[in-house]
């Protein structure tokens, strides 16, 4: 009977490929550009993942004979077919990177620079003229992102770039009017990058974008602090604790919007769907003011006596919790 001895074989190729194994702790294993399966065989037996070059390459073998270059989290536990596995289909460690909403690029390239999870500069060596290269405010789309382990931090800035990309082209395909008196993709995203900084609550985004286009409706200029502090901060969009004055409302640039009338000529921040959305479809008001109401929120009105009542009131709130 020779039945009992293939069981037998069968039996130990089974748990020499697919349950054995040496690995007692988690490993991070980089895997880079010209590794071979040899090469990385040898590597897993020095670091005692595997006990069996043979097994880890003919394992390889059978999911298709190649392995991906990247980032691996090798789990305890882990079979020399489940290493083979993860390493040919290319299943890399990942990370998830969160870009706020409102922030500029300058505050975005930073940071993706704290970032340990990516490798990478966030400007491009000189002479490459590709988009990620030139990047403004308003170009990129904030969101979560999950990508792998080590990804390079200019293809991450493309990656959020091409999302916005591919929002505006959405966008086009629609042949929706826009709100007066705005002309463009970049009157909607500019106005949208103010909203954006003006207000964090995703309700209220309608009503401030309405605010705004009454106002550039009927000509007063848009006096909006936000666009104030980009041109104090020469692009930043962070006074870093330091306090807008009065005399800051007085920059000479083409951003204050206390000075000049109409929009700025470019967004001042990057912007989410909320405020996109916002200026798309605003409230339907008559409101040309609104504050702050120290919860938060602003108070919204049509007229200069009752704003002035609002800000009255805002100035008490912010003297009551000073002292507190």
């Known amino acids: ?7 037998i074989l069968v039996c130990v190729v089974l748990f020499m490929f697919g349950i054995h194994s040496t690995v007692s702790k988690p490993v991070v294993f980089d895997i880079v550009a010209g590794d071979t399966v040899s090469g990385v065989a040898t590597r897993l037996m020095k ?4 006990d069996a070059e043979q097994v880890f390459k003919m394992s390889v073998r059978l999911n298709g004979g190649k392995i991906q270059t990247g980032q691996y989290d090798i789990p305890v536990g882990a079979s020399a077919w489940k290493i ?14 969160v870009i706020p909403e409102g922030l500029t690029v300058k505050q975005i390239k930073d940071l993706l620079l704290q970032s340990s999870a990516l490798t990478g500069a966030v400007e491009c060596r000189a002479g490459n003229n590709a988009p990620v290269c030139d990047l403004h405010d308003g170009d990129i789309f904030p969101d979560t992102y999950t990508v792998a382990r080590g990804t390079n931090r200019l293809a991450l800035l493309d990656l959020a770039r091409k999302k916005m990309v591919q929002i505006e082209e959405t966008w086009k395909k629609t042949n929706r009017r826009l709100p007066k008196p705005l002309r463009d993709w970049n009157d909607v995203i500019t106005l949208a990058s103010i909203v954006q900084k003006e ?6 985004m309608p009503i401030v974008a309405s605010v705004y ?3 550039l409706n009927r000509g ?6 936000p666009t104030v502090v980009y041109a ?4 930043l969009g962070d006074m870093q604790g330091a306090p807008l004055l009065r005399g800051h409302l007085k920059i000479d640039s083409p951003y204050n919007t206390y000075r000049n009338k109409g929009l700025p000529p470019a967004p001042i921040a990057n ?3 909320g405020a996109i959305r916002a200026v798309l479809k605003p409230a339907d008001t008559n409101y040309l003011f609104f504050v702050a109401d120290g919860q938060g929120g602003h108070k919204f009105s049509k007229d200069y006596e009752t704003h002035m009542k609002n800000h009255n009131d805002w100035r008490a709130i912010k003297k009551l919790k000073n002292k507190n």
């Open 220 to 225: 007063m200029r848009l006096q909006a602090d």
């Open 1 to 7: 009977m020779i039945v009992a001895p293939v069981i």
């Open 213 to 215: 286009l009454n106002r």
């Open 47 to 50: 670091q005692n993942l595997i």
């Open 271 to 273: 912007v989410g769907q």
């Open 199 to 204: 207000t964090p609550q995703v309700r209220e």
């Open 232 to 235: 104090l901060t020469d692009g």
């Open 84 to 97: 083979a596995d993860m390493f040919a289909n290319g299943r890399v460690a990942s990370t998830t990177i």
